[in-house]
C-alpha cells in the first residue's frame, strides 16, 4: 500500500518557524522554511540534522516549496539554502520572491547589528539564495521533475501567499500555508478547485475562533482610533511591516478621507517604502476593487499617511503610529511602547496573533508590568486592544476550505495543540475524514488507495458508448467493457480483444461449450423452436433474443433443436467462453424446463 | 376609411402583421429611391454558385459569403431551401453541412418562408447523416424554427419531440442538449401521465455523464414550468443532490430549479435526512440556496444571492438565521457587535431544523455543542454580505432589503447590517444598502447608536451617498430626541461643509419635521436660539442653516399646534417670507393673529379645468371677423399663460393651447399682410419682417413638436398639420422670394406630406381642410417641381381656414429645465488662467422629456461665440419627483449634474458668460433651407439663460 509520509520539523502543534517534510512516491519535498521569533538561539530555525547529520541536504531533498514571504515562513531559508547546504530549486510566487529578500535582509540586521548575534547569514547568502529561486504564477502547473508536479492557488493572507497542490504519481498534496478565507481591504479570499487531494495539510491558527463580521471589526477599530484620537491620545498600532499593515493603512486612509481628520498618521519608514513599491506592481494580486481602480489611482499611493520620524515619539498632540514588528518584541514598536505606556490616554491596538513569549503575548493577557532584559520595568497604563485583524482563516473558514477542495485526509499544522485537538474532532464528525495533528519530529503515515492508471482504446471506449446510449436512459445500469488487459514494458493498456489479438500476432482461439438436453416433444423440431423461443424471450426480457433459420441466439449464446417427428428432441445449446453465465443459465433453465 | 379602421382592428388580434399599405393614389409623390441593384437576388445568386465549387472550402465560402449579405425575396425561397438541400446531399464536408443547416434556420426566419416545410426538409437532410455537428446543428435549426411555429400546431410541435427523444440516444452531448431544450419548448402541454412520463424521461437525464446534458436536462424542466406544466415535487430530494455537482453550469440551473420548487411548492413537507422531522419544502429549499453562498465559483454565489430575495415565503425562524453566525473565541461565546448593541435580540442556537433554541447560549462552549459546517440557513447573508466580489455583495443586499420589506421583524435584524454596508468600499453597494434601508424604513425606528452609525456616512464625499442618505432619513422614524436633535445637527454640519446639499437637506428636514412634531417640540427654543426673556439677534434669512431650522420647526408646527405661540415674532414674518419663495418645503399654517394674509391656494382645482375648457371652446364658437378673431386668441393666450403658472395640473395643456394660439396668430398676421405672395416686390424692411416671422413660425413648430410628452395621436397630427401648413408657407415663400433653390425645401415639403399621409391613416384621423387640399392637388399632379407645387399650394394656403383647437388633454406636459447651480446671483467672478479650462459646477432639474439624447448645454461667451456641450450620459440621473414612482410620471424626469468647462483668452474684465440648456434637433425645418445635411442641429432653448461672471486672467510671468 502506498503512503505519505509526513514530519514537521516546525508547526507541528506549534506557531512558528513552519518547516514540514513531505515524502511521497519516493520524493522528498520541503514544505515552508521557516524561523520562530520567540528564540535567540539554535531552536529558533528548524532542525535540519534530522534529514542528515552531516553535509548538504541536497541529496535527500526534492524541491523546497515557500508559501509566503513572512519570517516564520520563510526565514530559515538562506541559513539552509546557504550554511547547512542545498541547492536544488525552490519554489515561491512572484510577489514572495521580490519581498522575502527584503524581510530577510532586515531580520539579519536587527540580529546581527541590534542584538550582535554571531552564526547569522550574511546580506550576500541571501543573495545566493535567491538565486536559487523559481517563480511561479497561479495556476501555473510547473514539473518540478519528471515526477513532481506544482501548482499554486490563491490564499488571500498576504501578498502573494499561496497554497500549493503536489502531485507526485497518482498521489496528491495540498499545502495552504497561512490562508484568509474572508477578503479584506486589499486581498482577496483564498480560492480553491475541487482538487480532491489524499491529503490536505492546513493552518489551524484559529481553530476554536469563529470572528464577527469584518465589517464590523473594521468599524470597531476605526472607532477606537477616532475615540482616542479625539480625547488628544496616541495610538500605537504594532505591524509586521508587510501584510496586515497594508491593509490597516488602506482602511485608515479611506477613513481619513471620508471624516476629513487632520491629526497625523505615521509610517514607520525602513523596509516599508520598498515593500509598498511593490505592492503597487503587484496588483494583480490584490482584490477586485482595488485591481479596477488603479488605472485612476492606486489604493497605495497613501495621501495622509507619512513617514515616522523617531524625534516624533515626544511630539505633542494625537497621532497614529504603525511601527514593526508586529509582536512588540523588539525594534521601534517596542521603544515607543516603552514611552507611551505609562500615559492612560494612549492606546495599543495588536492586530494580530502574538507568539508566547513576546511582550505582545504579555500586555494582551493583562500584564500591568512588563520586566526588559535590563531589569528596566515599566508600567502599562495605556488601553490594550486586540482586533483579530489577523488574516487567517476561522475555524469556519478551515471548514468551508475542507468542503471546497474535498480532501481524503486533513492534517492540521500552525496552530495551537489543544485547539488543534477541538477542530481535529469536528472535521472527523462532521466530514468524517481522518485528521492528523502530528507534533514536531513526530512521522505522520498516511496510507492512500493504490490507483493504477490504464489507458484504453479509444474504439473500445465508443463502441460501448454507443452502446449505451442506444438503450434507453437508465441512470442504474452497470456500464461494463469486455477487453483485454495488455501489459508490456511498463504500460498497461485495456484493448478490444481482436485489436490485442493483432497486436500480439496470434490467431484467436474462441473455446464454445456446448450441451445437449433432451426434451420430449412431439411435432417437427421447427415447432419446438418456436416454443423454446417464445419461452426464452419471457425468461430474459432485458436481452435481445433472435430467431433465424431454426436456431435462437441470445449474444453468443446459440440453442438448436435437433430431431425427427414425434421423437425425443435433442436441444443443442452452446455458448462462448465471454457468455458463461449466460449460457450456463440458460442450459440451467432449459433443464429444469422440463420437470 | 372605416375599411382601414377595421382592418386594423383586426390586425391587432392576430399573430401575423402584413400590412399592406392602403393603396391610395400617392404614386407620383414617392420619392425615388435607388433600390441597390441586384442584392435582392444576390443570395439567390451565390446559393446557385455551389453547384459549380469544386471543393469543399470553396464551397464554404460561398455559404459564409451567402450568411454575410443575406437577402431573399419571398418567392426565391423554395428554390434557395431546394438547392441548399441539394448540395447538403453530395457535401462530404461536415462543417460545410453544419453550415447549410445554418442557413436553413436563417430561411426559415425570413418573411413569407414555409417553416414546416423547412422542418421537414431539415428531418429528412438529418435521416442518413452521422456527424453529430451535423446533427446538433440541424436539431438547433429545428428548434429554432418550431418556435416560428405558433403553439397551436400542436402535432408539429409533438412530431419535434418525437423526433428529438429519437435522437437522445445520440453520444454527443451536443446533439443530447439540443435534443432536451427541443423536447423543453416544443412539448406540447398536457397534463397527467403523459407529463409524468415526459417528467421521468427527461430526469433520467439528471445524472447524464456530460455537465452539459446534466445542465440542459434541469433547465428543460425549468422551461416545461414556465410552460406551465406541472412538476411533480417528488424530484426534489434528485434535484437536491446535483448541488454537489462538480461543474458551476449545473449547479446554476439546479439552485435555480431548487429555488422554483420551494416557491412552487412551499408547504410540501420534506424528511430531514438523519431524523424523523418534517420541514416545509420551501425552508428546506431556501437553507439549500443560504448554503450555495459559500459555493466556489462567484457566478453560482450571485445566482444565489439573488434567489434569496425571491423565496418570499420562507419561515420567519430561517430568515432569522441567516443573520446568525455565532462567534466563539478560544472556545468562549463571544456576542457580536451588533448584539452588544442590541441586548434584547434573542440568541439562539443555529437551528438547521433539527433543534432550535434548545440549549441557551453559555460561557463556555462545549466542544460537542459547536455544529461548524452547520447546514442551514444560518450565516448566509453574513457571508453574502462580505465576500469577496461586488457582484455578491450588492445581490446580497438587494435580497435581503426584499425579504425584509415582508417581514418586519427580520427588517430590525437586518439593519444593522445595512448600516455595516454603509462601510462598504464600493460606492454602488453603498448606495445599494442606503436605498435598500429607505425601503425598509416603515418598519423601522432607529435607535440612536444606530443612528450615529448611520449619520457617520454623511460625510461622505459622494454626493449621491450624501442624497441617499438624506431621503432614508427623511424616511426613518427616530425614537428619541437627543437623537433627533444629533441628526439635525449633522445635516446642519454637513451642509457648512457641502453647501451643494442645500435643496436636498431642505426636502429632509422637511420630511423629518413632518414625521416628529412631538421630538422636534422640546427642541425649538434651542434650534430658533429663544430666549426666555432676552431678545436674541434677528437671524439673517438667506442663511441656509437657518432656513434648514425654519423648514424642521414649521413643518413640525403644523402637526403640532403647541408650536406656534413658541415662535418669536421674526419668526412668523421669516415663514410669510419663506412661504413666498419656497412654497413647496413648508406647510400651510393657521397662524393666530392676521399680521400676515396668508391665502391659502390649494395646489389643484378642477375648476382650472372648466375654466381651460371653456376659453377653448368660446374660440371655437366665434365667427367673427379675422380682427376680432385675432384680438379674441391674444386674450386666450394670455389667460392661459396665467393659468399655467397658477394650476400645475393643467399646466402642460394650457401652455400647449396656448403655443398652438400664438403659431396661429403669427401664421394668420403673415398671411393676412398678404406680402407673402410676392416678396421680392417688398421693401427691405418689410421683406426682413417677413422672414423673421416665417422664422419664428417654423420654431414654433419645432416646439410644439418636441418640448411636449403625453400626446394624443390628435394633438399629434394636429401639431402636424400644422407644421405642413408652416413649411407651406415657407416654400411659397422661397419661391416667389428669393433666388436661392427651392428644389431641396420642395423635396422636404414633399417628404412631409407623404408622411403627413401615413400617419393620418395610421392614427384613423381625417385630415383637416387644408391638407385635404393639399393631398388632392398633389395627387394629380404631374411632376412635382418646386414651382408648380408652389403654384398649387398659394390658392389652398389663403382660402384655408384657421384650424380648431384642439380639446385639452391634461396628460400633456411641457419640458422644461430649471438651472439650480449656478445661480447667476453671485456678484464674484471666476477667475482662472487664460488658455486653461474651469470648470464650472452645473445643475440643472430637467422635466417631462422626450428624449433625453437631445440634451444639450449651450455656452454662450460674451464675443458671441456658442459651444454646444453634449452631457455625458452618466451625469444625466433619472430623478424621481416627491411620491412619484417610475411608472406613474409622464416622460423623462431628468437631473443634470455636470460641470462645464469655460475657457477663454485674456479679457481686460470680467463678463458674464451664458449657459443654458437646449434641445437639439437635427432634424429641423429651419436649418433645411438648403440642403446642407452635415450642418449644426436647430436648438431650442429649454430655459433662459443663466449668467456666470467670468475672468480670465493672463499667465503670470514671473520668475
Redesign the interface.
Known amino acids: 500500500m502506498p503512503d505519505i509520509k509526513i514530519t514537521p520539523l516546525g508547526a507541528g502543534q506549534d506557531v512558528g518557524r513552519s518547516c514540514i517534510l513531505l515524502s511521497m512516491g519516493g520524493k522528498n519535498i520541503m514544505l515552508d522554511c521557516g524561523m520562530h521569533m520567540g528564540f535567540n538561539d539554535e531552536r529558533r530555525f528548524p532542525d535540519f540534522s534530522y534529514i542528515t547529520q552531516e553535509g548538504p541536504l541536497t541529496s535527500y531533498i526534492d524541491c523546497v516549496i515557500i508559501s509566503h514571504f513572512h519570517l516564520d515562513h520563510c526565514g530559515a531559508l538562506p541559513y539552509m539554502s546557504e550554511m547547512v547546504g542545498y541547492s536544488g530549486p525552490i519554489y515561491m510566487t512572484h510577489p514572495t520572491k521580490a519581498i522575502a529578500p527584503i524581510l530577510l535582509e532586515d531580520m539579519r540586521k536587527v540580529s546581527v547589528e541590534k542584538k550582535g548575534d554571531m552564526n547569522f547569514f550574511t546580506s550576500q547568502m541571501i543573495k545566493d539564495c535567491m538565486k536559487k529561486v523559481i517563480a511561479v504564477t497561479l495556476h501555473q502547473s510547473l514539473m518540478v521533475d519528471s515526477e513532481i508536479e506544482i501548482k499554486a492557488y490563491y490564499a488571500g493572507h498576504v501578498l502573494g501567499a499561496a497554497m500549493f497542490w503536489i502531485r507526485v504519481g497518482s498521489q496528491s498534496v495540498v499545502y495552504t500555508g497561512d490562508y484568509n478565507m ?2 479584506d ?1 486589499h486581498l ?2 483564498a ?4 482538487c480532491r487531494p489524499d491529503l490536505l495539510i492546513s493552518e489551524s491558527t484559529y481553530a ?13 477599530f476605526l472607532k477606537k482610533v477616532h475615540e482616542c484620537i479625539d480625547r488628544g491620545g496616541k495610538v500605537l498600532i504594532p505591524v509586521f511591516a508587510l501584510g496586515r499593515a497594508q491593509e490597516l493603512c488602506i482602511l485608515l486612509e ?1 477613513y481619513w ?4 481628520l487632520k491629526a497625523p498618521v505615521y509610517f514607520a519608514l525602513g523596509l516599508t517604502e520598498k515593500a509598498n513599491n511593490y505592492y503597487k506592481m503587484f496588483i494583480t494580486w490584490t ?3 482595488i485591481r479596477k481602480t488603479f488605472v485612476q489611482r492606486n489604493m497605495f499611493d497613501f495621501k495622509h499617511i507619512k513617514p515616522f520620524d523617531r524625534q516624533y515619539i515626544d511630539n505633542p498632540g494625537p497621532m497614529v503610529v504603525f511601527a514593526t514588528p508586529g509582536m512588540l518584541h523588539a525594534g521601534l514598536s517596542l521603544q515607543i511602547f516603552k514611552k507611551w505606556a505609562p500615559n492612560e490616554n494612549n492606546m495599543v491596538i495588536m492586530p494580530g496573533f502574538c507568539v508566547q513569549g513576546t511582550v505582545g503575548h504579555k500586555i494582551l493577557n493583562g500584564a500591568k508590568r512588563v520586566e526588559f532584559e535590563n531589569k528596566q520595568i515599566v508600567e502599562v497604563k495605556m488601553s490594550v486592544e486586540y482586533m ?1 485583524f489577523s488574516a487567517h482563516a476561522d ?2 473558514g478551515i ?2 476550505l475542507i ?2 477542495c474535498e480532501p481524503k485526509n486533513v492534517m492540521l499544522v500552525h496552530g495551537e495543540a489543544e ?1 488543534m485537538e ?1 477542530l481535529k ?2 472535521i472527523q464528525q ?2 468524517n475524514l481522518n485528521c492528523y495533528n502530528p507534533a514536531n519530529g513526530e512521522t505522520c503515515v498516511i496510507n492512500t488507495p493504490v490507483k493504477i492508471p490504464i489507458d484504453v482504446s479509444l474504439p473500445l471506449l ?1 463502441s460501448e ?2 452502446k449505451f ?2 438503450l434507453p ?3 442504474k445500469r452497470r456500464r461494463t467493457l469486455h477487453g483485454v488487459l495488455v501489459m508490456r514494458e511498463n504500460s498497461v493498456c485495456l484493448m478490444d480483444v481482436e485489436e490485442a489479438c493483432r497486436e500480439a500476432g496470434i490467431n484467436r482461439h474462441i473455446i464454445r461449450f456446448s450441451s445437449t438436453v433432451h426434451i420430449n416433444d412431439t411435432g417437427p423440431a421447427l415447432s419446438t423452436a418456436h416454443k423454446l423461443h417464445v419461452f426464452i424471450k419471457e425468461n430474459l426480457p432485458q436481452w435481445p433474443v433472435t430467431f433465424a433459420e431454426g436456431e435462437i441466439s441470445i449474444e453468443s449464446v446459440l440453442v438448436k433443436v435437433e430431431g425427427d417427428e414425434n421423437e425425443q428432441k435433442n436441444v443443442y445449446v452452446s455458448w462462448t467462453n465471454q457468455d458463461e453465465d449466460l449460457g450456463s443459465y440458460i442450459l440451467n433453465m432449459l433443464n429444469q424446463m422440463g420437470q | 376609411m372605416t375599411a382601414v379602421l377595421k382592418k386594423r382592428a383586426l390586425a391587432e388580434y392576430t399573430q401575423t402583421i402584413q400590412e399592406t399599405f392602403p393603396s391610395q393614389p400617392i404614386k407620383k409623390l414617392r420619392l425615388v429611391k435607388k433600390t441597390p441593384a441586384g442584392t435582392g437576388n444576390s443570395s439567390l445568386a451565390l446559393i446557385s454558385c455551389l453547384e459549380s465549387s469544386k471543393s469543399s472550402s470553396e464551397a464554404l465560402r460561398t455559404l459564409l459569403r451567402v450568411s454575410d449579405t443575406f437577402e431573399l425575396e419571398p418567392n426565391d425561397i423554395p428554390e434557395a431551401v431546394k438547392k441548399l438541400s441539394d448540395h447538403f446531399k453530395n457535401e462530404p464536408e461536415s462543417a460545410v453541412r453544419v453550415k447549410i443547416l445554418s442557413l436553413l434556420s436563417d430561411v426559415g426566419h425570413l418573411l413569407g418562408a414555409d417553416v414546416v416545410a423547412i422542418i421537414d426538409e431539415t428531418i429528412l437532410l438529418l435521416k442518413n447523416d452521422h456527424s453529430h455537428k451535423v446533427i446538433a446543428q440541424g436539431m438547433n435549426t429545428v428548434l429554432k424554427l418550431g418556435k416560428l411555429v405558433p403553439d397551436s400546431a400542436a402535432a408539429l410541435h409533438q412530431k419535434l419531440v418525437d423526433i428529438a427523444k429519437g435522437y437522445l440516444k445520440d453520444v454527443s452531448h451536443a446533439v443530447k442538449c439540443k435534443c432536451l431544450e427541443i423536447i423543453g419548448v416544443h412539448a406540447p402541454v398536457c397534463t397527467g401521465a403523459e407529463a409524468e412520463k415526459l417528467m421521468v424521461l427527461v430526469s433520467l437525464y439528471f445524472s447524464n455523464e456530460d455537465a452539459r446534458v446534466r445542465s440542459q436536462a434541469f433547465s428543460t424542466i425549468i422551461t416545461l414550468h414556465e410552460r406551465s406544466f406541472k412538476i411533480n415535487p417528488d424530484i426534489y430530494v434528485d434535484v437536491c443532490e446535483a448541488l454537489k455537482d462538480d461543474y458551476e453550469i449545473v449547479r446554476q440551473v439546479v439552485l435555480k430549479l431548487v429555488c422554483l420548487l420551494g416557491n412552487t411548492y412551499p408547504e410540501n413537507e420534506v424528511l430531514l435526512p438523519g431524523s424523523e422531522h418534517e420541514i416545509r419544502l420551501i425552508d428546506d429549499a431556501f437553507g439549500k440556496v443560504c448554503n450555495a453562498m459559500s459555493d466556489l465559483s462567484i457566478h453560482v454565489r450571485t445566482l444565489a444571492a439573488k434567489l434569496l430575495g425571491t423565496m418570499k415565503l420562507v419561515s420567519a425562524k430561517f430568515l432569522n438565521q441567516t443573520l446568525d453566525k455565532k462567534l466563539m473565541s478560544n472556545m468562549r461565546r463571544k456576542r457580536t457587535a451588533h448584539e452588544l448593541a442590541w441586548e434584547n435580540v434573542t440568541s439562539g442556537e443555529w437551528a438547521s431544523g433539527k433543534k432550535w433554541a434548545d440549549d441557551a447560549p453559555r460561557e463556555v462552549l462545549d466542544a460537542d455543542s459547536i455544529n461548524l459546517m452547520s447546514s442551514g440557513a444560518c450565516g448566509a447573508f453574513v457571508h453574502g454580505l462580505e465576500d469577496e466580489f461586488l457582484e455578491v455583495r450588492s445581490a446580497a443586499v438587494e435580497s435581503l432589503c426584499e425579504l425584509s420589506i415582508r417581514n418586519p421583524q427580520f427588517a430590525n435584524t437586518s439593519l444593522d447590517f445595512l448600516v455595516d454596508m454603509f462601510n462598504d468600499e464600493i460606492e454602488d453597494v453603498r448606495l445599494k444598502a442606503i436605498d435598500s434601508l429607505r425601503r425598509i424604513s416603515e418598519h423601522i425606528i432607529l435607535r440612536d447608536d444606530q443612528l450615529e452609525t448611520i449619520l457617520g456616512a454623511l460625510e461622505d464625499f459622494s454626493q449621491d451617498v450624501r442624497e441617499g442618505l438624506h431621503r432614508m432619513l427623511a424616511s426613518c422614524k427616530m425614537s428619541t430626541t437627543a437623537g433627533l436633535k444629533m441628526c439635525v445637527e449633522k445635516l446642519l454640519d454637513n451642509l457648512k461643509k457641502y453647501p451643494h446639499d442645500k435643496r436636498s437637506t431642505y426636502r429632509c428636514l422637511q420630511r423629518i419635521g413632518a414625521q416628529h412634531p412631538e421630538l422636534v417640540l422640546p427642541l425649538v427654543p434651542q434650534l430658533l436660539n429663544i430666549h426666555p426673556f432676552f431678545d436674541t439677534a434677528e437671524p439673517d434669512v438667506e442663511n441656509p442653516q437657518y432656513i434648514c431650522v425654519l423648514i424642521l420647526v414649521l413643518n413640525a408646527a403644523k402637526w403640532s399646534p403647541t408650536i406656534i405661540p413658541l415662535l418669536e415674532p421674526h419668526t412668523l414674518r421669516h415663514y410669510a417670507y419663506i412661504s413666498d419663495t419656497m412654497p413647496t418645503l413648508v406647510p400651510v399654517l393657521s397662524l393666530p393673529d392676521s399680521s400676515c394674509n396668508a391665502i391659502s391656494r390649494p395646489q389643484t382645482v378642477p375648476e382650472s379645468l372648466e375654466f381651460l375648457n371653456n376659453v377653448i371652446s368660446n374660440l371655437d364658437m366665434t365667427e367673427n371677423t379675422l380682427r376680432v378673431q385675432t384680438t379674441l386668441l391674444q386674450t386666450a393666450k394670455e389667460h392661459l399663460n396665467r393659468l399655467s403658472e397658477i394650476d400645475s395640473s393643467v399646466a402642460g395643456t394650457a401652455q400647449f393651447t396656448s403655443l398652438y394660439i400664438g403659431a396661429q396668430l403669427i401664421m394668420s398676421q403673415i398671411l393676412e399682410k398678404g406680402y407673402w405672395l410676392n416678396p421680392a416686390t417688398l421693401a427691405t424692411q418689410q421683406a426682413n419682417n417677413l422672414q423673421t416671422n416665417i422664422k419664428n413660425l417654423l420654431e414654433y413648430c419645432l416646439k410644439l413638436q418636441f418640448f411636449f410628452v403625453g400626446f394624443s395621436p390628435v394633438e399629434e397630427c394636429t401639431v402636424k398639420m400644422f407644421r405642413l401648413r408652416a413649411l407651406a408657407l415657407n416654400l411659397v415663400y422661397i419661391v416667389k422670394g428669393s433666388n436661392a433653390s427651392a428644389l431641396a425645401p420642395c423635396h422636404h415639403f414633399l417628404t412631409v406630406v407623404e408622411d403627413m399621409q401615413r400617419d393620418l391613416s395610421l392614427a384613423g384621423l381625417e385630415p383637416d381642410g387644408f391638407t385635404a387640399a393639399v393631398f388632392r392637388e398633389l395627387s394629380v399632379l404631374e411632376e412635382p417641381k418646386p414651382g408648380t407645387v408652389s403654384r398649387i399650394l398659394i390658392p389652398i394656403l389663403s382660402e384655408a381656414k384657421l384650424v380648431r383647437i384642439p380639446r385639452p388633454n391634461t396628460q400633456i406636459r411641457m419640458s422644461s429645465a430649471e438651472i439650480v447651480e449656478p445661480t447667476g446671483q453671485t456678484d464674484t467672478s471666476l477667475k482662472f488662467t487664460a488658455g486653461l479650462v474651469m470648470a464650472v459646477r452645473f445643475e440643472a432639474e430637467l422635466r417631462h422629456l422626450n428624449d433625453p439624447s437631445r440634451v444639450r448645454l449651450k455656452v454662450k461667451y460674451p464675443d458671441q461665440k456658442t459651444q454646444v456641450i453634449l452631457p455625458r450620459p452618466a451625469h444625466l440621473k433619472p430623478w424621481y419627483l416627491d411620491g412619484s414612482d417610475e411608472d406613474s410620471q409622464t416622460g423623462h424626469n431628468l437631473r443634470l449634474l455636470t460641470s462645464v468647462l469655460v475657457s477663454h483668452q485674456v479679457w481686460s474684465e470680467a463678463c458674464n458668460v451664458e449657459i443654458n440648456v437646449a434641445l437639439a434637433i437635427p432634424e429641423a425645418d429651419i436649418g433645411k433651407r438648403k440642403a446642407s445635411i452635415g450642418a449644426t442641429p436647430t436648438l431650442i432653448d429649454l430655459c433662459k439663460p443663466v449668467k456666470v461672471s467670468v475672468a480670465p486672467k493672463p499667465i503670470k510671468r514671473t520668475l
Not at chain 1, 480560492?191 to 475541487?194: A, Y
Not at chain 1, 476554536?208 to 470597531?220: P, V
Not at chain 1, 478621507?257 to 476629513?260: H, Q
Open positions: 474572508t477578503p481591504r482577496g479570499a480560492w480553491i478547485d475541487k476554536t475562533t469563529i470572528r464577527d463580521s469584518k465589517r464590523c471589526r473594521e468599524r470597531d479611506t478621507e471620508r471624516m476629513n482584490n477586485q476593487k483579530s475555524a469556519k471548514m468551508q468542503q471546497h485547539k477541538f474532532q469536528k462532521e466530514f465508443k458508448a454507443k446510449n442506444a436512459p437508465d441512470p
